[in-house]
Structures are given as structure tokens and as C-alpha cells.
């Protein structure tokens, strides 16, 4: 064994430190059993780390190398992705006119903390599955599946901040890529409508039977998910951290209690603050076809211009559209009116289990879990918070004989283990959010998104302003 030289040695604590400091921070024990690996890399050298030096063949010295960096790469790129920051691709709509489709975002995990990794055999660089042109598949093997458990970050969540979160009701899936963006439980129960030509007719009902109609309403549509695998595939479950990444801003957090009223939310009682790019649908009847010109300048996309009617002299669009944005239509000659779109009552609503005559403009009061906090249980409330009780934080519930029985055990009463927040998108008419699946727990937060790194307009091709430069290296914090 050669002598360790003086450059060897204040590499090897330097980088000691800086791993040993990590360690702290992350409060993992496990991680001491690399130090000595560490030490052996730049001071002992009893492994042949660079074997592959060795070689005579230049071809295949030359391959190796490549081989050890990407290696090297892909293990830095794990833990970066792990403790440090992701990236994120707003995919939809819901968000705007505050983040827009085709926005690249730096999302930073330091923000709320990191979350520890729950399933840590995965693929870097990939959520839950391979790219195709690696034969596709699952990305992760599902088993260990380790606790929960979250590193100190900045700051904990704030109300309108914006989030990325795993979706929620991402752990029940279908295997045919044409079904597996949907939400299973909400397919479930259209199917379910369908089959029955509604939903079920409770008013005359009590708590007890109501709930038995129900789960018998949405079963047949589970049913008939899992009859017909040559249209949907197999039933499939993703673990907390390999479900789909969501972007949503948070408007309700653990504790307070929720209302939305004409729109508006409230919060114990008290109006939140809209964001400034809020949307909402609006039906606009005009003279004539918007123009491509007046389309771009207002920022409509061409997948909201599909909303469109002509019934011969008159023009109507069904738009998502800011106060600013209204405003501006209104100063045009041919557009004749402006109606604001309102529901009073909706269905497929969270929760799917009960009837609530609420709507996505008219929407509880609900009170938001928070951790340690004791409420009781009955069969009014139960639908509300089964799901943070039975699928969350993994109790097993029932309902016999209209009493409730968690773990085996008759309770009128349940103590909830994380906090749990609401999340919503600023397009509020065209947003799937906490209003369709409920509560975000806490262990399904990711990040915060910092800054966009990247917008490319998906309405334009590369030399007609394809990238929108104004908003590259924006922070995301302007539109909180």
C-alpha cells in the first residue's frame, strides 16, 4: 500500500466533512457504513476502484470510462433528485394564467424538506416508468417500502404557496397507457353512472343505508374495470413516491376549515386572497371568429378555443378567461356578451360516497386534518375522512351494523397521524384538484417550485416565439 500523499489527505476530509455533514442533516445512521469506502478511495486504496485503468485494450479502456462517469453521473443524479431539487413540466392547464403549459420549473425539495426516499430501488431520472425505448415497464422495485419520514427543510408549507405534490388517488391505476392518466376511482364511478343511468337516489335514505347504496354504486364500477381487461388492462397500485407529480397552489392548510362560496374560498369564516391570474369559464358570444392575432395577445390557447359554436350569425366560445382578459374582450365592437359560468350543484365531487349538493363554485364547509388533532366519527362525517384514515395513514376501517370499527376495534373517535393540506389550480373551471379527490397528505409533498427555467409555447413553432423568453429564470414566487 503506497503512502497517502498530502493532497490525498485534504481531499479525503474535505469530502468527509461534507458527507459527514450531509449525514447530520438527513439524521442517518446507516449512511456511516460508506465512511469507510470513502477513506479507502483516497487514502488506503485496498479496492481497485479504477480497475478498469488497467486495461490494454484502448477500445475497451476507452468504453469503460465512459461506463464509470455515467455510473458516477446517474448515482449523483439520484441524490440530487432525492435531497436537492427535481424538474417539472407543467402539463396542463390548471394553473394558468400564473404557470403555463410547456413552463420548465426547478423545484426545489430543501424548501418543505425532503422526503426520504420510500421505495429506494428506482431508476434515476424516471418517476414510475421506463422510456419506451428501453422496453418501458416499471422504473422502481416496489419492495422495501421504508416509513415515511421527513428531512428539516426552510419552512413548512404556506397558504398559496404552489406545490408539487404526488397525485393522491395515484395508488389505484389501470396498465393500458389509454386509461392510466385517469383517476380510477373517479372512471369508476362514471362507469358506475353510466351502468345505472345516475348516481343513487339517497334523499329519503338514512346515514346507514346511504352509505351501503353507495359502496354497492361504485363497486359495480370497479367490477366492471376489472371484467374487462382487454379494454383497461390489469389493476395496478403505485407507491407514495412513484405516483404522478402534480402542480397545484395550496389554499387551505391543516387545521382551518374550508368553504368555497360563489367562487370565493374562505377560510374559517374569512375570504382568501385570489391569486391575480385566477381564470374562470366565461361563454363569449360574438359578430365574428376571434381572431389568431387577438388570440395571441390575449394569451388563449387553441385548446381553448376549441370550446367554440356558430349557429349562423352569432359566434360562441366557452372561455377560461382572467378579470384582465374580460375586460380587454369587452372593448371589442363584435363581441356582443359576456357571461360568467357558475354551478350550483355538481356531481363526481370529493367525496365520491355521499351526496353533499356541493359544487366546484359552492363547495363544503370542511374541516382540514391536522396532526394530533381528535374528531369524532360518525356517519355524516366518515365519507370526508375515510380516506386519510383507511388509505393514508393505512388503518383498516369498516362500518358494520352502522357502527365504525378501526383496526378491528369500535371507535366514535379517530387522532390523525400527518397533516393534510387542499390543493387548487388558479384555472378554476378547468382544474382537477382537492375539489374532485380530496386532501393532500403531507407525505406526498415533493417541492416548491422556484424558478422557470424554461417556457416553450406549444401553440407556436420554433421561429414564430416558440420559447417565451421573458419568462426563462422568472421566480415562481411573483405568482404566489
Known sequence: ???????????????????????????????????????????????????????????????????????????GVYFANLYWFQNYTIPSSSLEKSLLVGDYLYVSKVSFGPRKPITPLTMPLTQHNMPAWLGGGKSYIEKP????????????????????????????????????????????????VELNGGYPVTDSMSLADERVAYERFLA?????????????????????????????????????????????????????????????????????????????????????????????????????????????????????????????????????????????????????PVKGATIDLTLDNLPYYERPISVYEGHELEVKDGRIYIDGAETTSYTFGMDYYWMMGDNRHNSLDSRYWGFVPEDHIVGEPRFIWLSLDKDRNWFDGKIRWKRMFTSVHKYN
Request: net charge positive; charged share 25%; proline share 5%.
Open 220 to 368: 359495480q364500477g370497479r367490477r366492471y374495470i376489472a371484467q374487462h381487461k382487454e379494454v383497461f388492462g390489469e389493476v395496478d397500485h403505485r407507491p407514495v413516491d412513484r405516483r404522478e407529480n402534480y402542480v397545484k397552489r395550496c389554499v387551505g392548510l391543516p387545521g382551518q376549515t374550508l368553504q368555497i362560496i360563489d367562487k370565493i374560498v374562505y377560510l374559517d369564516g374569512v375570504a382568501n386572497k385570489e391569486p391575480d391570474n385566477v381564470q374562470y369559464f366565461y361563454q363569449v358570444i360574438t359578430d365574428r371568429p376571434i381572431s389568431e392575432k387577438l388570440r395571441r395577445q390575449l394569451g388563449i390557447s387553441m385548446e381553448d378555443m376549441r370550446m367554440h359554436q356558430y349557429n349562423g350569425n352569432r359566434h360562441s366560445y366557452s372561455l377560461p378567461l382572467t378579470a384582465a382578459m374580460v375586460e380587454s374582450l369587452r372593448t371589442r365592437e363584435f363581441v356582443r356578451e359576456i357571461i360568467p359560468y357558475s354551478e350550483q350543484e355538481g356531481e363526481g365531487l370529493y367525496p365520491l360516497n355521499k351526496h353533499t349538493g356541493w359544487s366546484i363554485d359552492n363547495y363544503g364547509p370542511l374541516w382540514i
Open 1 to 75: 500500500m503506497r503512502k497517502a500523499t498530502r493532497k490525498q489527505w485534504i481531499k479525503c476530509i474535505i469530502v468527509l466533512v461534507l458527507y459527514l455533514a450531509f449525514l447530520f442533516w438527513i439524521k442517518s445512521l446507516w449512511g456511516l457504513l460508506v465512511v469507510p469506502f470513502i477513506f479507502d478511495a483516497y487514502i488506503t486504496k485496498l479496492i481497485p476502484w479504477s480497475w478498469w485503468k488497467d486495461i490494454k485494450n484502448p477500445f475497451w479502456r476507452g468504453v469503460m470510462s465512459w461506463v464509470d462517469a455515467i455510473v458516477f453521473a446517474l448515482v
Open 145 to 192: 417500502q421504508c416509513k415515511y419520514e421527513r428531512v428539516k427543510g426552510w419552512r413548512n408549507v404556506a397558504l398559496n404557496d404552489i406545490v408539487v405534490f404526488n397525485y393522491p388517488t395515484g395508488d389505484t391505476l389501470v396498465t393500458n397507457p389509454e386509461y392510466s392518466a385517469s383517476d380510477f376511482y373517479k372512471m369508476a364511478s362514471d362507469i358506475s
